[in-house]
């Protein structure tokens, strides 16, 4: 059974950064794409940042500028590292892995930006 684990999260003051971290439970080129969602309050579940096999990434508009994702294949592990937060960026930031058409979570970690 595929599990990600997230850590990373807490309580961050607007204008910082931090850097999320999911490791997979098996080697992480045997998905398509690995990365990261996010889920605020009231909303529907939203793109962070994805990585393909291929290592072409794709952003949410309001990240490019901000967020980076990286994966080592050794570790097996998917980290996003957003600067200059935001108090808009609060939400639960969930992992995220697709192999074909099957779709694999973990179980969250929360990021609050607030002063």
């Known amino acids: 059974q595929v599990q990600l684990v997230e850590s990373g999260g807490g309580l961050v003051q607007p204008g910082e950064w931090l850097r999320l971290s999911c490791v997979v439970s098996?080697?992480?080129?045997?998905?398509?794409?690995v990365g990261w969602y996010r889920q605020a309050p009231g909303k529907e579940r939203e793109l962070v940042a994805t990585?393909?096999?291929?290592?072409?990434?794709d952003y949410a508009d309001s990240l490019t500028d901000r967020a980076t994702i990286f994966r080592d294949g050794l570790s097996n592990t998917v980290d996003v590292q957003v600067i200059k937060l935001r108090p808009e960026d609060t939400a639960v930031y969930y992992c995220?892995?697709?192999?074909?058409?099957?779709?694999?979570w973990g179980q969250g970690t929360q990021v609050t930006v607030s002063s």
């Open positions: 995220y892995a697709r192999r074909l058409s099957t779709i694999y």
């Open positions: 098996e080697n992480i080129f045997n998905f398509n794409v």
């Open positions: 990585i393909n096999v291929g290592g072409v990434t």
